[in-house]
Structures are given as structure tokens and as C-alpha cells.
């Protein structure tokens, strides 16, 4: 079974163009070419139409068996009724987690105004998930992304389920102090390449996700993303296929987690001893 907890359904070139429904029947299409049995679907920090809504895309994705919503939450928009939206779909179960985007936006993740974010995580149970490390805009402010940030609200927040997106790149070191040191922190890898990983990029990463899950963090920390379409599905199915883990720690990132985390239903498959993970071939974040 494979979850791909972090894959977005905007267009990057074009923001008046609207990407509903093109992108989402574009996202089925290559979830079935290489065989990914469920999607998590964040919604960006803006609103145009290149960029669905959270309330376009809970629409699209809610009578869907295999496409979860994740909220884009903007710092510059976060007002009293634009929680009280989030709070409506956390109740009915069409939002299973939130989104920041520090760097993209200049703020960072322990900045007050956003407790009642977190407490509304909180209250819900459903993860954040913070954006770290580099911006696939030029334009972001990366000082606002580095995970090390991440650890002030982990703390602040006990109660609270973080996920450090991209592993923190290229502050992957200080991303695996922070995931160590708190029980309510994991990191997904999504978004280390923009398309297709080059051989000499996917070595190196590899040795450095390898390196991560050898000193220090639990592979039950790890969370399996693409951050589709930035980068591509089959480029990063052969980069985990490469991966030299053993098989078990290997289900844990590809799926246990992710459904553990976003409370996914994986029919009648034990999270802890689940079906082995197989290949059946072929096949800068945000």
C-alpha cells in the first residue's frame, strides 16, 4: 500500500487558469498509473484560480475514497471566519489536517498569532504541517523556514502533532534534532527535487534519508510524500525503491504512518504487521 501524504492540485506557471477540475482528474491519472492507493491534497496559502480554495477543493475531494484534503492556513488571512470555516470541515471529517507556509510568507511557526491554529489542532487531532527549507518561489524568505523554528511550537504545543515538510533541506541535520527531541514531531520527504531526480541528486539523498533513519529518528517518524506535480510520482517511487531499509521500516513510511497520523481507513490491513510493500514497475517543495 502506498499513502502520498503531500501532493497539491495547483498550477505553478499559471494563476489565471483555473486548475479545478483539470488538475484534480490529472492527480487521479497518476495515482492509478503508479498504483497509489491514497492522497493528501494541500491547499495553497492564496487563493486564485490557479490555486483552489479549501472550500473548492473539499467540494471536489469529499464523496472521494482516496483524496483527503489538508488546509492551506495563509498567516496574512488567518481571521476569526476563516477558522470558523476550517472548524466546519474538522467536524465533518473533510479536512484531516492543516498546512503553514513560513517562507512563503513572512512569519515564523511560533509567531502568537497563530495559537488559535494550533489549538484548533489540537482540539481536532489532526496534524500541522509546516513548510521548511527551501522555497520553490525565489521569492520566499527562507530564514522564516528553517525547522529549527518548529521546535519552539513543538514544545509550546505538546498535545499538537507536527510534521516538518521536505525534511527541513538542506537543513536536514537540524530537521532530525527537532524530530528526535519531540515525541509530537515527524517529517515527510516530499519536494527534495523539482521533477525528475538526476542519479547523482537521488545518491545523495538517499545517503542522507538513510543516514537520517540510522542516527536518530524512528522510521515510525517518516512520512512518505512526492509533493506532486512539482516533482514527479515514478521519480520518487524509484528513490524509495533504492532506499536500503529493511522492509517493515519501509511500510512504516510508505503508509502505516501516514494513516496512523491523518486517522485514514486502510480497510482491513493491521497498521502494525500490514501487507509488504511492492514496485509493480515502471514507474524544491511546498
Known amino acids: 500500500m502506498i499513502i502520498d501524504c503531500h501532493t497539491h492540485i495547483n498550477y505553478y506557471d499559471d494563476d489565471n487558469s483555473p486548475a479545478l477540475p483539470t488538475t484534480l482528474e490529472a492527480l487521479q491519472r497518476e495515482m492509478r498509473r503508479n498504483r497509489i492507493d491514497m492522497a493528501l491534497v494541500l491547499t495553497s496559502y492564496k ?56 517562507g512563503y510568507e513572512p512569519f515564523f511557526p511560533n509567531d502568537p498569532a497563530l495559537r488559535p491554529v494550533y489549538e484548533m489542532a489540537a482540539e481536532f487531532d489532526v496534524p500541522v504541517m509546516i513548510h521548511s527549507g527551501d522555497t520553490f518561489d525565489a521569492r520566499g524568505r527562507v530564514k522564516y523556514a528553517h525547522p529549527i523554528h518548529i521546535d519552539d511550537v513543538a514544545v509550546d504545543f505538546p498535545e499538537v502533532k507536527i510534521v516538518i515538510c521536505h525534511i527541513g533541506n538542506p537543513w536536514i541535520r537540524d530537521c532530525m ?4 527531541k519531540n515525541s509530537n514531531v ?20 538517499c545517503k542522507q534519508l538513510q543516514d537520517m533513519l540510522l542516527y536518530g529518528v524512528e522510521p515510525d517518524k517518516v512520512l512518505y510524500g512526492s509533493d506532486w506535480p512539482i516533482a514527479t510520482m515514478e521519480s520518487y517511487l524509484q528513490f524509495i525503491a533504492d532506499l536500503r531499509i529493511p522492509e517493515k ?32 514497475g515502471g514507474a524544491k517543495g511546498e
Open 47 to 102: 487563493v486564485n484560480p490557479g490555486r483552489p480554495s479549501i472550500r473548492d477543493v473539499v467540494l471536489a475531494t469529499r464523496d472521494l475514497k482516496d483524496i483527503y484534503a489538508v488546509a492551506g492556513v495563509s498567516y496574512a488571512k488567518c481571521r476569526r471566519e476563516t477558522l470558523v470555516e476550517l472548524r466546519e470541515y474538522l467536524q465533518e471529517g473533510t479536512v484531516r489536517g492543516l498546512k503553514l507556509y513560513p
Open 177 to 180: 534534532e527537532v524530530v528526535y
Open 186 to 205: 515527524y517529517t515527510d520527504i516530499s519536494g527534495l527535487t523539482l521533477g525528475n531526480f538526476t542519479d547523482r541528486f537521488e545518491s545523495y539523498m
Open 249 to 280: 521500516d519501509r511500510n512504516k513510511i510508505m503508509y502505516q504512518n501516514a494513516a496512523r497520523l491523518f486517522k485514514l481507513s486502510i480497510g482491513n490491513s493491521s497498521l502494525d504487521t500490514g501487507p509488504v510493500f511492492k514496485w509493480f
